[in-house]
């Protein structure tokens, strides 16, 4: 199953039923974290750190749903922890679906083959893998062997089943550039939708500072593997793509991406949790957004991530009609900040 048109169509309309309202900020993507445990204990991961003194909690579906409604955003991503461990996965996929909204589930891959034997495959439905590289440089990521041998399994038989499958990758210091292009072709052979990227981002939680990448060096990398000359099929959208490498610039729009987690909306987006609050409003403020950013935080200073600048490039595109109808005619618009986790 391919990527549905409706979803360009959908988002595009969304865009503009906005901007014709004359709303500054709205969001595109809600992202839900029903539960932050997990079943790896990924060395760059912050949530399980950041999020250790609640570990054991879990939304309820209802709780779910409501984040979802008050959000508006026409994609859902659901991230955590390991989403797939949630005993409710199955429904609150399932009430995201019948409300005609994208979800966009976030993996290991672990429990994927279980959680296809009660989520059936739609076009409103699709898995994102993270993948951290090949069998050697995966495994060595997650700490654990065998994972990426059972995640590319995942994949093949989600695929023959008739799912939508991506790939979610995050690029840390050091990485191995070889390895992750051979990745990302061996990935595009498989016929998985597209490879998404990102540059990982600094959080303070996680003890080893040095797997952090700087804005720099992060483009100096993008700039080789985004090469078409690698025949990669990516799934950002390809103006990000053009940020990434530093063709481009955009405004931090992390508001775009507003995160409910165990502990309410965290504020002020999915990267900086300076606290939590129950009211969707607040993250849509403007008073609060004049403090975040590139060059007005330290810490935003090398954040080069997708859920803080791929809705950006959306956004300008649907400036004018004519990029509107770009965006939908090219299937840009197919994603927005979509992957996270």
Request: net charge neutral.
């Amino acid at each position: 199953m391919g990527r549905p048109m409706e979803l360009a169509v959908r988002l595009s309309w969304y865009v503009m039923k906005n901007k014709a309202a004359r709303r500054s900020k709205f969001p595109l993507v809600t992202m839900l974290e029903p539960l932050e445990a997990c079943n790896l204990a990924c060395e760059g991961c912050g949530r399980i750190r950041e999020y250790e003194a609640v570990i054991d909690r879990m939304l309820t579906v209802d709780q779910c749903m409501k984040a979802v409604e008050d959000s508006g955003a026409p994609i859902v991503s659901i991230a955590g922890g390991e989403p797939s461990m949630h005993p409710k996965i199955a429904e609150i996929v399932e009430r995201i679906i019948a409300s005609k909204r994208f979800v966009y589930m976030c993996t290991n891959a672990l429990l994927m083959e279980r959680v296809m034997k009660t989520i059936p495959p739609s076009k409103y439905f699709c898995f994102v893998v993270h993948m951290d590289g090949m069998e050697e440089a995966h495994d060595k990521s997650v700490y654990r062997k065998g994972v990426f041998q059972i995640a590319t399994r995942a994949m093949k038989v989600a695929l023959e089943k008739g799912y939508r499958v991506t790939t979610n990758t995050t690029i840390f210091n050091g990485v191995d550039e070889d390895d992750m292009i051979t990745m990302f072709k061996m990935l595009t052979e498989m016929g998985i939708e597209g490879c998404m990227v990102s540059p990982g981002y600094q959080f303070d939680s996680v003890p080893n500072q040095e797997l952090f990448i700087s804005r720099r060096k992060a483009r100096e990398v993008f700039a080789r593997v985004l090469d078409p000359k690698h025949g990669i099929k990516f799934g950002n959208n390809p103006l990000y793509l053009d940020f990434l490498r530093g063709d481009r610039e955009y405004d931090c729009t992390a508001w775009s991406n507003p995160t409910y987690t165990v502990s309410g909306w965290r504020e002020p987006c999915y990267l900086l949790g300076d606290r939590h609050t129950q009211s969707f409003s607040e993250l849509m403020s403007d008073d609060m957004w004049e403090r975040y950013g590139v060059g007005k935080d330290p810490r935003c200073a090398n954040c080069l991530m997708h859920c803080g600048f791929e809705s950006a490039s959306i956004y300008e595109a649907f400036a004018s009609p004519a990029g509107a109808v770009r965006m939908v005619t090219s299937g840009s618009a197919n994603k927005s900040g979509v992957a996270a986790g």
